[in-house]
């Protein structure tokens, strides 16, 4: 599996011999919704919530497949094997070595402070903020479709990218990190796999995913959805505080307690022991691929735990840093963070130019996006659906 990290955005390509497996994998871990139990079995084990299809209803109308309501796992282990749901056809062409492409796993997490404000909060907040999430996922979704070619097609001897008419996509979303050695319970962490299964080309054919121009968008496509996810939670009356993370490219809901986010980033915390032993060990830093091999290597399965022990889990740690339900109800009515008055013109024009003199549109997309989150709204032509 080949995989291109964004912090909060992350792509996976997964191969065809391993699809079925895979939806099987994601589908294995749903529950039929009840509200406010959703990630919950009638036993109290943990579990999240149904796959929900992000794809033009008159494409999912073709295959066979109810655009409403809870996706089918037979419908999307199906696609994920190249084939027709409801016919068994085979959808897309066998290439030269007899395979027919795989999917496109993309993973979006919210910050943490976002994830930790859910955890904490009345049921009614956590609707709130799981519709911004939801509403960013699918607004990232369509401004990828948009934007970047995720069709390769041959005119002759030449080979172009081009955008795809629709996308076949289908969204997970889960609600806890894995466990880690140690742990009591797994931290709030809240986030949705997006597996694009295949393409429609403008020609209406289904064809697979180019992987390769996902990989080169991830960072901007990351920093789409931190835009649109500030910008819905600003829109409800949340404080947005930008310029957070490396090279300030992140945000943060204010007044969530910076110790209690990094009590609920027990994840980031094993990542970085076993870089500092990969370090001890080999006298260097570990690269890419060795840092995702040291995550596979430390992870653990998801403790399966019952509602209540989960938030009072959750409660004991936020007890420890002075942080509660009505803290994250009062961050509605406090007040906005100050941001400096340079001109975002000057910030990106500095974010741009810091590092390298020449850059692609797609940089300065990203920049633009990184230094005006929570600022300035933007649209797709995606049409919104309630979660």
């Known amino acids: 599996m080949l995989t291109v990290n964004s912090y909060v955005m992350s792509a996976a390509s997964i191969p065809a011999t391993r699809g079925g497996d895979y939806a099987r994998y994601l589908e294995g871990k749903t529950v039929a919704p009840e ?49 027709h749901p409801e016919t068994g056809a085979w959808l897309r062409r066998a290439g030269p070595d007899g395979a027919r492409g795989g999917g496109i796993d993309g993973v979006f997490g919210a910050p943490k402070s976002v994830s930790t404000v859910w955890a904490l909060a009345d049921p009614w907040q956590r609707e709130q903020i799981e519709q911004a999430h939801a509403n960013a996922v699918e607004q990232t979704v369509a401004y990828m479709r948009e934007n970047v070619p995720l069709v390769r097609r041959r005119y002759g001897a ?14 997970y979303w889960h609600t806890t990190a894995r466990g880690v050695s140690g742990a009591d319970a797994p931290d709030p962490q809240l986030h ?19 992987s390769r121009p996902v990989f080169r968008a991830a960072g901007e496509l990351g920093a789409f959805y931190r835009s649109t996810l500030a910008q819905e939670l600003a829109a409800q009356g949340y404080p947005i505080e930008g310029g957070t993370g490396k090279d300030g490219k992140y945000f943060e809901v204010a007044g969530v307690p910076e110790a209690l ?127």
């Open 35 to 83: 509200r406010g139990d959703y990630y919950l079995t009638p036993d109290g084990e943990l579990t999240e919530a149904p796959g929900r299809w992000l794809a033009d209803p008159k494409t999912l109308e073709a295959l066979g497949i109810e655009p409403e309501g809870p996706a089918n796992d037979e419908d999307f282990v199906a696609l994920m094997e190249g084939q």
């Open 158 to 171: 030449e080979v172009v990218e081009e955008p795809a008419k629709d996308l076949i996509a289908i969204e």
């Open 192 to 210: 949705s796999h997006v597996v694009i299964t295949s393409a429609v080309r403008a020609d209406d054919r289904i064809v697979a995913v180019a």
């Open 261 to 387: 986010r990094d009590a609920f980033s027990g994840r980031s915390r094993e990542g970085e022991r076993a870089a500092d032993r990969f370090r001890a060990r080999y006298g260097r830093a570990p690269e890419r691929g060795e840092l995702r091999d040291l995550a596979l290597e430390n992870r653990r399965a998801k403790t399966l735990t019952n509602r209540t022990d989960l938030d009072r889990v959750w409660q004991e740690t936020a007890d420890r840093h002075h942080f509660g339900p009505d803290h994250a109800l009062q961050l509605l009515a406090g007040e906005r963070p100050v941001h400096p008055a340079e001109s975002v013109v000057d910030l990106i024009e500095q974010h741009l130019t810091e590092h390298r003199a020449v850059f692609e549109l797609r940089d300065l997309h990203t920049v633009a996006l990184e230094q005006t989150v929570g600022e300035l709204a933007h649209t797709t032509h995606s049409s919104s659906h309630t979660r």
